[in-house]
């Protein structure tokens, strides 16, 4: 079934699909995927990457209803999922890395890690430690002796503020290097963007970003990824950034995109979204789509995802309380 892609706007819910009349919007929701954010934003992005990629794979019959539920980055959502919805078998919620961070801060409320079951994840990019093409450190090893010298030397900036994913970027390379990341002077800008725009007016002289935004930046030669923050090295315009690993930091930051589902949904729901999931991610057609949404393969699903976002948010809650943020 080949369904044009528009979004209809009502009451907060968008539904993936075209030409539908209003009428027939619970009749094509069967299932569901709420996005914890306003529309246009990396949680919409995640939603309709699982609907989009679905029904153009034909592991769906019907569109897939996109929900809207923003609020306490992820926190109504988890808590809706977790009061309201615990049991609903149609339902999958849009989860991130930063939904693990807020886990590990204790921000959303009375739950943690264990009150949902981790479904599965579809693609991720990851962390990045960059400098301006003209920094005067060519390695990250360059820029670890400095920090060494005098961790407040050095300006790092990203989006978000102290016990964001990016702060959490820089404070985890600090920590690789025997530095302690209280001691870091860190920048807080509204985006990425504009922590980027900072480097290049040289405002700042690390920015811990992303791979997926900086392929521009690297093809205009106005900066220089110093190591990539991922297990090993990526292709194409990537493949001559080191990791951070293979520069004798054991850092990684992959920024998952997935998804969890109510913690009371039936085991035969649950492991028949699992199948749904790697089929999807096997498929060819797939690949093709994340790629185009500057994404990066990933698949953990059912249990090995459980557990990995479970020992995720175990390992920020350590660090978050080693720096006092908790």
Known sequence: ??????????????????????????AAGESECIAPAKPGGGYDLTCRLAANGLLAAELIDEPMLVTYMPGGIGAVAYNHV?????????????????AAVNLALGKFGQYDASEVRWLGALGV??????????????TLDELMADLQEDPSSVAFGAG?????????????????????????????????GEALAALLGDHIQVFTGDLSELQSQLESGKVRVLAALS???????YAEIPTAAEQGYDVQWPIWRGYYMGPDVSDEAYQAWVER??????NPGF???????????????????????????????????EVGLK
């Open 287 to 321: 690949a093709e789509m994340r790629e185009e949404r500057g994404l990066f393969p990933m698949a953990r699903f059912g249990d090995d995802f459980d557990a990995y976002v479970k020992d995720q948010v175990a390992d920020f809650k350590s660090l978050a309380e």
């Open 82 to 98: 977790n009061g309201v919805r615990n049991d609903d078998d149609n339902l999958i919620v849009a989860a991130s890395t930063g």
């Open 231 to 237: 297990e090993e090295r990526m292709g194409g315009p």
């Open 125 to 138: 990019d990851y962390g990045a430690i960059v400098v301006s093409a003209d920094a005067p450190w060519q």
């Open 160 to 192: 978000g503020t102290v016990g964001s994913q990016d702060w959490m970027k820089a404070a985890l390379t600090a920590k690789a290097g025997d530095i302690d990341p209280r001691e870091l002077r860190y920048v807080a800008f509204e985006g990425g």
């Open 277 to 282: 999931f790697k089929e999807l991610s096997d």
């Open 1 to 26: 079934m080949k369904i044009n892609t528009a979004i209809r706007h009502a009451s907060g819910i968008a539904l993936l699909g075209g030409a539908l009349l209003a009428g027939q919007a619970q």
